[in-house]
């Protein structure tokens, strides 16, 4: 198999692999604890009846609570498999695209959603700034990604066998993710971290937990990075 076709596969990996049971292999606390930095921390604001872009939708957890929210929320992903299982979460506008090119005009969405998704493709920087350009003035998104100080226990996860997914692994650190954005015209309202270490043993969480109270100066070493950014 070539680099490319290798490529390709990668990406399609969730979408071609894993989408009935992808909710099955999820760590359940990590999925909420992102749906709670994202809509209880980052997204405060009425997003009732905007246009908001779930990019990467996965499942459809972060478009079922957009949802709740009132938001007219567009769920897109790279195939039809995901966004069958995006259908037995909420009522939303299936649109089969990718982030690196995505199918939208100029400045459709009032906010975009984007939990851990943009180090799954070749090149975080050209979802990052498709995102951007998907954005209306004054736009808002809302982007989370693993941090690349953790890398390692990616490898050890893989090593080990303990981690399911195939998928692409592009990680960036924080000075990485922070100039990116900025470079591409975002201005960063907040940056902070998610987990002070990996979430995989339950009867720790509550020390995670606690630690999320010094998201911000602990940020550049936390497990996962997320951003709250404006289209000026």
């Not at 609570?65 to 506008?93: F, I, P």
């Not at 003035?137 to 990616?154: A, D, H, Q, R």
């Not at 999320?212 to 996962?224: C, D, E, T, W, Y």
């Amino acid at each position: 198999m070539g680099s490319k076709e290798k490529i390709k596969e990668q990406m399609y990996f969730y979408e071609d692999k894993l989408a009935p049971e992808f909710d099955e292999t999820m760590n359940m606390y990590d999925l909420n604890k992102r749906i709670k930095v994202v809509f209880d921390e980052l997204l405060t604001e009425n997003i009732k009846g905007k246009e908001l872009l779930d990019a990467g939708c996965g499942t459809g957890w972060f478009s079922k609570k957009a949802v709740e929210r009132g938001a007219s929320v567009t769920s897109m992903d790279l195939g039809q498999n995901l966004l069958n299982e995006v259908s037995k979460k909420c009522e939303s506008k299936k649109v089969i695209g990718s982030i690196m090119d995505m199918p939208f005009e100029d400045e459709t969405f009032d906010f975009a959603v984007c939990s851990e998704v943009i180090e799954h493709v070749p090149d975080p920087k050209i979802a990052m700034m498709e995102l951007y350009r998907v954005l209306k003035p004054g736009g808002v998104l809302i982007l989370t990604t693993p941090n690349k100080f953790w890398f390692f226990s990616l490898k050890i996860a893989s090593f080990l066998k303990i981690r399911p997914y195939q998928g692409l692994e592009n990680w960036q650190s924080w000075s990485e993710f922070r100039k990116n954005l900025v470079s591409i015209g975002f201005r960063i309202d907040a940056l902070h971290g998610i987990h002070i270490f990996p979430f995989v043993v339950p009867f720790l969480n509550p020390i995670i937990d606690l630690f999320h109270r010094f998201k911000k100066p602990l940020g550049p070493i936390m497990v996962n990075l997320a951003a709250r950014c404006v289209k000026d």
